[in-house]
């Protein structure tokens, strides 16, 4: 199996500008989970999906963010606009329910200018 | 309220050295308990879990784990460390049910000295 596959890799914006990060969940895996990751505020759960519906989103630190999972496939988190202080590293993570063990990708990491 | 402590930010341990990172929990219903490890710019790879049963558990990389539940601990320990074990250990506790979410701690980060 691929793992959780993310794109970009890599994302480097200026202020104003939309964002938006992808992700494909192991397949099969019905659970899926967008996390941020900062030095100052360590690894936080953004906002996480149960067979493509939005359960809890109360991590999405403010409307700039959305996330959509129109299919069990794929998901996407939008930014829209971009601050410098959006600079993170973004993961998306998906379980199959099993213990709720969390499969993590290799993250999207963003700079915002 | 639910959460995950790990009370060391940063450790140093020298290689071939004994390691034991600490967890504490707080969490209503019986835990499930991961450790996860990030190397530099990785994701988060599974090292270990506890679900139920023996309360010492063994992961991959020759770490392993034990549940204390009367200390609301799940420490990791590594009998001799290499320095490929370098690198941030999360703690997470979950209802283990399908479709719920992790506590993840705040991390501590693994030196290792030569």
Not at chain 1, 65 to 76: L, R, V, Y
Not at chain 2, 36 to 65: M, R
Request: aromatic fraction near 12%; charge should be neutral; charged fraction near 15%.
């Amino acid at each position: 199996d691929a793992g959780v596959i993310q794109s970009p890799r890599h994302e480097v914006t200026e202020m104003g500008q939309e964002v938006t990060l992808r992700c494909k969940p192991i397949s099969g895996h019905n659970s899926l989970f967008w996390y941020r990751q900062t030095m100052m505020r360590g690894l936080e759960l953004l906002i996480y999906f149960n067979n493509n519906v939005p359960i809890d989103d109360s991590g999405m630190p403010e409307d700039r963010f959305s996330a959509k999972m129109p299919n069990a496939s794929f998901s996407t988190l939008k930014i829209q606009p971009s601050e410098p202080r959006d600079s993170a590293v973004y993961f998306c993570a998906s379980s199959d329910g099993q213990g709720a063990q969390q499969f993590f990708g290799p993250g999207t990491r963003l700079t915002v200018l | 309220a639910q959460s995950v402590t790990q009370p060391d930010i940063h450790i140093t341990v020298s290689e071939g050295a004994s390691l034991e990172l600490r967890c504490n929990y707080s969490y209503g219903a019986t835990p499930y308990l991961f450790w996860y490890v990030q190397s530099p710019g990785q994701g988060l790879q599974l090292l270990l879990k506890y679900f139920s049963g023996d309360t010492l558990v063994q992961g991959i990389k020759g770490f392993e784990a034990e549940f204390k539940r009367s200390q609301s601990s799940f420490n990791l320990r590594k009998p001799s460390v290499h320095w490929s074990d370098a690198a941030e250990y999360f703690c997470a506790v979950g209802a283990g049910q399908a479709g719920t979410a992790l506590i993840f701690g705040k991390g501590t980060t693994l030196s290792v000295s030569s």
